[in-house]
């Protein structure tokens, strides 16, 4: 029966287009902040932004955004900037976290203060998050974002993006986000 809803909860979607989260809205919280919230306070996770953050506070608005179309041109051609974020040690552990979720995670990656990735399981589209509600929520008022249903062409899923804000002692330091397969979330339940 759960498997016959969740088809018709799917079809209902790919006759609406992207859906609000709403009636996930208490499982997605529940996930960001149990399983979530433990993953910003790891050291892996912490010691990355910290880093990170060091390294990219004096960027320009103009350095970013030149990094944000160097990433978005390497992601078709490759390039020195996307290795270096795909090979680092933050990438690394994201990658065993999503694999780990066994199809239930879509996507994890890690951004910066700034709102630029860290690590992250995949590659992403964009280097600069900073310009999306997904990041600009956490940071402003360091609670979490809850995006909505949408059909995610790579992994012929319906997810929701759930982000979480990364603090160090009480300063907000970068935002988690994670692709969250609402089918597989429903069928949990």
């Known amino acids: 029966m759960k498997k016959t809803l969740t088809t018709l909860a799917a079809t209902i979607l790919v006759a609406t287009g992207a859906q609000a989260a709403g009636e996930y809205d208490g499982a997605l919280t529940d996930l960001a902040n149990s399983t979530i919230a433990a993953w910003v ?3 892996v996770v912490l010691g990355a932004v910290r ?6 506070a004096s960027l320009t608005e103009h350095e970013i955004i030149a990094l944000d ?31 780990q979720g066994a199809g239930r995670y879509t996507e994890i990656f890690v951004t910066d203060i700034r709102g630029l990735n ?7 589209s964009d280097y600069w998050q900073g310009d999306e509600a997904k990041w600009q929520v956490p940071h402003e008022t360091s609670g979490i974002h809850i995006g ?20 160090d002692d009480g300063s907000f330091v970068g935002v988690i986000t994670v692709g969250v397969n609402v089918e597989m979330l429903a069928s949990a339940n």
């Open 148 to 167: 909505d249903i949408e059909f995610d062409e790579s992994t012929q899923s319906y997810q929701s993006q759930v982000s979480v804000p990364i603090m």
């Open 118 to 124: 860290v690590g992250q399981s995949g590659i992403t």
């Open 69 to 99: 179309a160097t990433w978005r041109q390497q992601t078709v051609s490759g390039g020195d900037l996307v290795d270096t974020v795909l090979s680092n040690t933050l990438s690394a552990h994201l990658k065993d976290i999503h694999m």
């Open 51 to 56: 880093a990170q953050n060091v390294s990219t």
């Open 41 to 43: 306070a790891d050291p």
